[in-house]
């Protein structure tokens, strides 16, 4: 019996894996206090980029002896600036379960050229986190955002290790719980989890990382936008929000903005809850449907953010074909917006369930999805 068009819309059909929804609350007047056209490096430029520092280790639950940087370039250039400056002063352990962490590969293998092992698995799968030489430099990315993969935990990364972890975690900062004393340096941007503004990038570094920076120069020059050290020591200033260039001191306020949102949710605890919650209502939507799956095989491997889903009906040919067909559908009828899975990544869907996205939205939405799946492969 063919399925009927749902009667409601998501009120939000926003969900894309980056730039995500924004706080539900969202709206650019509560951004009048941005000190715009002043100077960031005036007293209220500086303010407001040491306030996104605080706020962010407050919520994170950074410890007071790590630093945070606000830097340029997003978390492309946060991961970047830290490879850049941080590998090669012994081998390195490049670890990728999705594109994103294959980029850092290519970085790595082929543009800094260091003594580098690459373990990888592919869509769907993670890679044995504890088979890994911790003697060595490890990079990786904590939630895979284009297959849906994350650590479940970071039990594997043992305490005393030699080497440094470098850890990408833009799709998992303020959606999983980070274990600190096993990062190292931890990058994130503003526009996943908290639906910021896209081109700052953060840095997090360890009390290692930072004795790293000290103590060894890379072999290869640096660009200034790189640079986070001078005479051997550690620019203070960057970790106070005396950033290297000019910020977008409207995306700060919206940053701010969505920390204080953060706040007002329950903190790192209650945006947990909401990405778990969202996730739940698909898991539960997946157990009902035979024709739909989850692209990460191991549940204790499932993301909370960036959900990707995979069509098992034998009934379909062309996999890419029909999962664009769907996405096309469910955006056609402005019931979920940029959910088509990521190019490099299996045909399928991804459906970012960050914080900032409502529970009611996605139950909303997934009527939609049983109407544009029954219409597609009975049309
Ligand atoms: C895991 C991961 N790393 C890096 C990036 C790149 O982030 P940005 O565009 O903020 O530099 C993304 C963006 O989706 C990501 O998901």
């Given at each position: 019996m063919a399925i009927e068009q749902p009667a409601t819309r998501p009120a939000n059909p926003r969900f894309s894996s980056g730039p995500c929804a924004k706080?539900?609350?969202?709206?650019?007047?509560?951004?009048?206090d941005a000190p715009l056209g002043?100077?960031?490096?005036?007293a209220v430029g500086k303010a407001k980029l040491l306030a996104a520092i605080q706020e962010t280790r407050d919520i994170l639950g950074v410890p007071a002896d790590y630093k945070i940087g606000i830097v340029p370039a997003s978390d492309t250039g946060a991961f970047e600036m830290a490879m850049w400056s941080l590998l090669g002063e012994r081998p390195a352990q490049m670890v990728a379960w999705e594109s994103f962490g294959a980029g850092w590969v290519t970085d790595v293998v082929?543009?800094?050229?260091?003594d580098a092992t690459t373990h990888t698995a592919d869509y769907g799968k993670i890679v044995d986190?504890?088979?890994?030489?911790?003697d060595s430099d490890v990079c990786f990315t904590w939630n895979g955002t284009t297959s849906g993969v994350r650590m479940p935990?970071?039990?594997?990364?043992?305490?005393?290790?030699?080497g440094l972890t470098l850890c990408d975690a833009t799709s998992a900062a303020f959606a999983m719980d980070l274990p600190w004393d096993k990062l190292d340096v931890t990058t994130f941007s503003w526009q996943k989890v908290l639906g910021g503004e896209a081109a700052h990038g953060m840095l997090i570094l360890s009390p290692r990382a930072v004795e790293r920076l000290e103590n060894y120069t890379p072999a290869w020059p640096l660009p200034k936008i790189f640079r986070l050290t001078k005479g051997g020591k550690l620019i203070e200033g960057i970790f106070k929000g005396e950033t290297i260039n000019t910020p977008s001191m409207l995306a700060v306020e919206d940053y701010l903005f969505a920390l204080d949102w953060a706040r007002s949710v329950g903190g790192l605890k209650g945006l947990i809850a909401r990405a778990d919650a969202n996730t739940a209502a698909i898991t539960t939507f997946v157990e009902n449907n035979d024709w739909i799956d989850f692209l990460a095989t191991d549940p204790a491997t499932?993301?909370?953010?960036s959900v990707c889903l995979k069509f098992t009906d034998?009934?379909?040919?062309?996999g890419p074909a029909f999962a664009k067909a769907i996405a096309k559908r469910l955006a056609d009828e402005n019931?979920?917006?940029?959910?088509?899975?990521?190019?490099?990544?299996?045909a399928g869907l991804r459906i970012w369930c960050g914080a900032t996205v409502e529970t009611a939205d996605i139950e909303a939405m997934l009527p939609w999805l049983a109407y544009a799946f029954d219409q597609e492969i009975n049309g």
């Open positions: 706080p539900p609350i969202h709206d650019l007047a509560k951004l009048s002043r100077s960031h490096r005036a082929k543009q800094l050229k260091i986190m504890g088979a890994l030489n911790y935990n970071g039990d594997a990364i043992p305490a005393d290790r030699k499932r993301s909370n953010t034998d009934r379909i040919t062309d019931a979920a917006l940029d959910v088509g899975a990521y190019r490099d990544a299996p």
